[in-house]
């Protein structure tokens, strides 16, 4: 190992002070800037000889760093932000500082150990059965990819003839799905939901059913969306899984942003029915106060995972001489950081009660946000919030408008709330999951429409 000099010490006190400081105060919102303004500051930084830490360190924490967006500001509302707990994040360090490996029982089984326990947190939530597992994933785009694969793999167990696949979701789905699909070569039926936009199993079966009338193509798998990205909107996980099941498809749930919202009594039964799915994913990283990157991806029948998803090499047969744990092998993975053990930390640290406190609070705050637009005299509530994402509009305005009017939002630093659209109206819309959101957060950006 390197010395570790009194250089590095001070390196090492520099940056836990920038950390620190970071974690205590509320971050300045920032933004970004073109990568010739950054290169007219900052100029080659990989050099022969190198910055040194110090140098290196103060480019970041003064330039770069002031180039990004915080994610976890209490006025950035855009897409899906984050908000880590305080203990999430600083155990973030520890993971750093350990070098986990997190892909086998053997190297990381107490990592390991705790990631399952996580896990089975979540799986608890939603009623899976105690033989109920899987992996923290990248994200939810690789963990709606690996529980795919293994679904199709059940599919060609079923029905060996086929040699044309389809997974059926509704049109509201993430567009993860069609990337999963394009990956996998495999088709999409995308099934429009009543007005309601609520994917429900009538409207299931009968495209389905009408699907496997006319093509020679076969759907393997049914998947719900449990908090539609852009809305919040939850489909009917009990009737779509149903009508999955009578089929014998695989039932796989995307709840990347809502399905945190399983540990809040207030909304737990719109997710009725997802204990029937073969496979979900819920991302800690997005409204479960983790830090990035973190996706639960949870499988009813784990083993069906293992059998798709474990690599073999002669290099890696020792790993799996002894019947355990390997997370490596229910997801598109190999060598993986221990990534849910910050998420594991702050559970065990706060304790499941603070998240539902939190959670509810997040929730609370989208219904007084959603007042506050019905009240407001120039905007309009574009729709009840399901969830925590309040969408709305103000009449008379283009998209244009909405543009100026965001980049501006952000240019003063005030909060950041790009525009979004729904059925071709631009919208806007604030994705409330930080609980350090307070009202006067809502009425400051509130008072600039
Ligand atoms: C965010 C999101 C995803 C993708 O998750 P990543 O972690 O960004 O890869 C998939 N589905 C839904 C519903 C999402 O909200």
Not at 290 to 310: I, K
Request: net charge negative; with cysteine; proline share 5%.
């Amino acid at each position: 190992m390197h010395e570790f000099t009194s250089e590095l010490e001070e390196l090492a006190s520099s940056v836990l002070a920038y950390s620190l400081e970071r974690v205590k105060d509320d971050p300045p919102l920032d933004g970004p800037r073109s990568a010739e303004d950054l290169y007219a500051q900052v100029g080659e930084t990989i050099t022969t000889q190198g910055l040194g830490g110090q140098e290196a360190l103060t480019v970041f924490t003064d330039v770069l760093a002031r180039a990004c967006i915080s994610t976890d500001h209490p006025r950035n509302l855009a897409y899906i932000p984050s908000a880590p707990s305080e203990h999430a994040n600083l155990f973030d360090l520890v993971v750093a500082a350990s070098a986990l490996y997190g892909g086998s029982w053997q190297e990381g089984a107490g990592a390991v150990f705790a990631e399952n326990q996580a896990l089975r947190w979540v799986a608890d939530l939603a009623g899976l059965p105690a033989s109920a597992g899987g992996v923290f994933a990248q994200g939810g785009t690789v963990g709606n990819l690996s529980a795919l694969v293994v679904a199709r793999a059940q599919g060609r167990k079923l029905w060996p003839e086929t040699t044309r696949w389809a997974i059926a979701c509704s049109k509201e789905a993430h567009s993860s799905i069609t990337s999963a699909a394009n990956v996998m070569d495999v088709d999409v039926l995308l099934i429009d939901p009543s007005e309601s936009r609520k994917l429900t199993g009538v409207e299931v079966g009968r495209a389905v059913d009408e699907f496997h009338k006319n093509n020679s193509a076969r759907v393997f798998a049914v998947v719900a969306t449990a908090g539609t990205t852009n809305l919040g909107i939850i489909d009917d996980l009990m009737s779509v899984g149903a009508a999955a099941k009578e089929r014998n498809l695989w039932f796989h749930v995307d709840g990347a942003y809502g399905l945190a919202a399983l540990c809040a009594p207030s909304v737990r039964e719109k997710f009725n029915g997802i204990e029937n799915a073969d496979s979900f994913i819920v991302d800690p990283h997005k409204w479960l106060f983790a830090p990035f990157d973190a996706c639960a991806l949870l499988y009813r029948d784990p083993e069906l995972a293992r059998a798709v998803h474990t690599q073999s090499a002669s290099y890696l047969d020792a790993l799996h001489e002894t019947n355990s744990w390997n997370p490596s092998d229910y997801a598109i993975n190999l060598t993986r950081r221990a990534r849910g053990l910050p998420f594991w930390f702050s559970l065990a640290a706060n304790g499941t009660d603070a998240y539902t406190v939190a959670m509810e609070k997040t929730l609370e705050m989208a219904q007084i946000a959603a007042q506050k637009v019905r009240e407001h005299p120039r905007l309009e509530l574009w729709l009840e919030p399901e969830l925590s994402v309040v969408s709305f509009t103000r009449p008379g305005w283009e998209k244009g408008d909405y543009k100026a009017w965001a980049d501006k939002l952000l240019d003063d630093q005030i909060g950041f709330c790009p525009a979004s659209s729904d059925k071709g109206q631009p919208i806007l819309r604030f994705a409330i999951v930080n609980p350090w959101t307070k009202v006067s957060d809502i009425e400051a950006i509130l008072a600039t429409l």
